[in-house]
C-alpha cells in the first residue's frame, strides 16, 4: 500500500528533537558525576541518542501489514552472524517469518569530525563487506532473499563540519570531488558511493544545528541521492515487495 512519506518526516523532525535533547541529558547527567569529557562525546556515546529512529523505521514496516514480523533493537539481542567475526550487533534487525528482511546501522558525529569521520568509513565499509560475505556463504539461510541494509548518520551542522578542508596529497592525487571538500561534504560523498558500491541498499546524512534543530528537528541533505526522504522511500519499496509477495503466497 501506498506510504505517506510527509508523515514519516514529519516523525524524523521528532527524532531530531529527541535526538539533541538526548544528547543535552547525557552531557548533563555526566557532568553531575564529575566526568568531564571532549565536545559532544559523552553524549554521543551514552549510547540512546538515535533510538527515535527505530519505532519510526519500524512503524514503515508495520504499515504493510505484513504477518509474522518481528524487531530487535536495544537489548533483544540484534546480532548477526559474521564472516571475519562471530557476530555484529546492528542498531534494528527486522525479521519475516523467520527471515531476514532488513538491518540498520544508526550514526552520529557532533565533534572531532576528521578522526570521526575517517572511523566511520572504515566502519561502514567493513561491517557491509562482512555482511554480504555472510550472506553469501548461506549465514542467514540458504535460498534466502537479499535483505535491505541502510547506513545513516546524523551530523551537527557547525562551522567545523561545513569549512572547506583540504587533504595531503603527498605521493598521488586525491579524487577531485574530495578538494576542498569539508566534512559534511565528505560524508554526503560516502553515503553516496556506498550506495553505488552496492554495500548498503541505502544511505542518509542528516544535516542539524544546536539551534533549530532542538527547538524544531530540523535538518537537511546536501543531495538528493543521500537525502532521508530517499532513505524512506527505498526502504519502504522493499518493504511493500516483501507485502507482495506475502500476499501471491496467500492466495
Given at each position: 500500500?501506498?506510504?505517506?512519506?510527509?508523515?514519516?518526516e514529519?516523525?524524523?523532525?521528532?527524532?531530531?528533537?529527541?535526538?539533541?535533547?538526548?544528547?543535552?541529558?547525557a552531557?548533563i547527567?555526566?557532568?553531575e558525576?564529575?566526568?568531564?569529557?571532549?565536545?559532544?562525546?559523552?553524549?554521543?556515546t551514552?549510547?540512546?541518542?538515535?533510538?527515535?529512529?527505530?519505532?519510526?523505521?519500524?512503524?514503515i514496516?508495520?504499515?504493510?501489514?505484513?504477518?509474522?514480523?518481528?524487531?530487535?533493537?536495544?537489548?533483544?539481542?540484534?546480532?548477526?552472524?559474521?564472516?571475519?567475526r562471530?557476530?555484529?550487533?546492528?542498531?534494528?534487525?527486522?525479521?519475516?517469518?523467520?527471515?531476514?528482511?532488513?538491518?540498520?546501522?544508526?550514526?552520529s558525529?557532533?565533534?572531532s569530525?576528521?578522526?570521526?569521520l575517517?572511523?566511520?568509513?572504515?566502519e561502514?565499509?567493513?561491517?557491509?563487506?562482512?555482511?554480504?560475505?555472510?550472506?553469501?556463504?548461506?549465514?542467514?539461510?540458504?535460498?534466502?532473499?537479499?535483505?535491505?541494509?541502510?547506513?545513516?548518520?546524523?551530523?551537527?551542522?557547525?562551522?567545523?563540519?561545513?569549512?572547506?578542508?583540504?587533504?595531503?596529497?603527498?605521493?598521488?592525487?586525491?579524487?577531485n570531488?574530495?578538494?576542498?571538500?569539508?566534512?559534511?561534504?565528505?560524508?554526503?560523498?560516502?553515503?553516496?558511493?556506498l550506495?553505488?558500491e552496492?554495500?548498503?541498499?541505502?544511505?542518509?546524512?542528516?544535516?542539524?544545528?544546536?539551534?533549530?534543530?532542538?527547538?524544531?528537528g530540523?535538518?537537511?541533505?546536501?543531495?538528493?541521492?543521500?537525502?532521508?526522504?530517499?532513505?524512506?522511500?527505498t526502504?519502504a519499496?522493499?518493504?511493500?515487495?516483501?507485502?507482495?509477495?506475502?500476499?501471491?503466497?496467500?492466495?
Amino acid at each position: 500500500m501506498p506510504i505517506d512519506l510527509s508523515k514519516y518526516e514529519k516523525n524524523a523532525r521528532n527524532a531530531v528533537k529527541l535526538f539533541w535533547g538526548t544528547k543535552d541529558a547525557a552531557a548533563i547527567a555526566q557532568a553531575e558525576r564529575g566526568v568531564r569529557d571532549v565536545g559532544t562525546r559523552g553524549a554521543v556515546t551514552a549510547g540512546k541518542h538515535l533510538d527515535a529512529f527505530v519505532p519510526l523505521l519500524s512503524d514503515i514496516a508495520r504499515s504493510q501489514g505484513l504477518k509474522e514480523i518481528s524487531f530487535h533493537a536495544g537489548r533483544r539481542a540484534p546480532t548477526l552472524p559474521g564472516y571475519f567475526r562471530p557476530t555484529k550487533e546492528w542498531d534494528l534487525i527486522i525479521m519475516h517469518k523467520g527471515q531476514l528482511a532488513a538491518v540498520f546501522e544508526l550514526k552520529s558525529m557532533g565533534s572531532s569530525f576528521g578522526k570521526n569521520l575517517n572511523n566511520r568509513v572504515e566502519e561502514a565499509i567493513g561491517a557491509s563487506r562482512d555482511f554480504w560475505t555472510a550472506f553469501r556463504e548461506g549465514a542467514f539461510g540458504k535460498n534466502a532473499a537479499r535483505p535491505f541494509i541502510g547506513w545513516l548518520m546524523i551530523m551537527r551542522e557547525c562551522g567545523e563540519s561545513m569549512a572547506p578542508k583540504q587533504s595531503i596529497e603527498r605521493h598521488f592525487p586525491v579524487f577531485n570531488e574530495f578538494r576542498g571538500a569539508s566534512y559534511a561534504q565528505r560524508a554526503d560523498i560516502l553515503c553516496r558511493k556506498l550506495v553505488r558500491e552496492n554495500l548498503y541498499t541505502a544511505t542518509a546524512l542528516m544535516l542539524t544545528d544546536n539551534n533549530d534543530g532542538k527547538t524544531s528537528g530540523v535538518y537537511r541533505h546536501l543531495s538528493e541521492a543521500a537525502s532521508f526522504r530517499r532513505f524512506l522511500a527505498t526502504f519502504a519499496g522493499h518493504m511493500t515487495a516483501i507485502g507482495a509477495e506475502e500476499a501471491d503466497g496467500a492466495r
